[in-house]
Nanobody, 116 residues
Framework: VQLVESGGGLVQAGGSLRLSCAAS????????MGWYRQAPGKQRELVAA????????NYADSVKGRFTISRDNAKNTMYLQMNSLKPEDTAVYYC??????????WGKGTLVTVSS
């Protein structure tokens, strides 16, 4: 499974961005996917996750009510709609996928910078 993120960039506080993660390869094996982020000097943290059918989602407390994760299985693409962005949301955002056999895949990341 290969994962490619896009949609990062520079935005002012209070603005919005939508990240995309395009999956290719053995996408049928994906059990669930998620978005992680890593800010400078901090550990990588889970932002949001979604099951293969899209029926179950979960979010970090810090983004609840502001971010929405979704996926379009027909397009093999996962999204992260980010609204009301804050400077503390600045980070490299990574796409993640877990397969039915326990394999874990990562994208290379996309940088989100929120200016105050």
């Amino acid at each position: 499974v290969q994962l490619v993120e896009s949609g990062g960039g520079l935005v002012q506080a209070g603005g919005s961005l939508r990240l995309s993660c395009a999956a290719s390869g053995s996408t049928f094996s994906i059990k669930y996917m998620g978005w992680y982020r890593q800010a400078p000097g901090k550990q990588r943290e889970l932002v949001a996750a979604i099951t293969s059918g899209g029926g179950t989602t979960n979010y970090a407390d810090s983004v609840k009510g502001r971010f929405t994760i979704s996926r379009d299985n027909a397009k093999n693409t996962m999204y992260l709609q980010m609204n009301s962005l804050k400077p503390e949301d600045t980070a490299v955002y990574y796409c993640n996928a877990h397969s039915l056999l326990g394999m874990v895949y990562w994208g290379k990341g996309t940088l989100v910078t929120v200016s105050s």
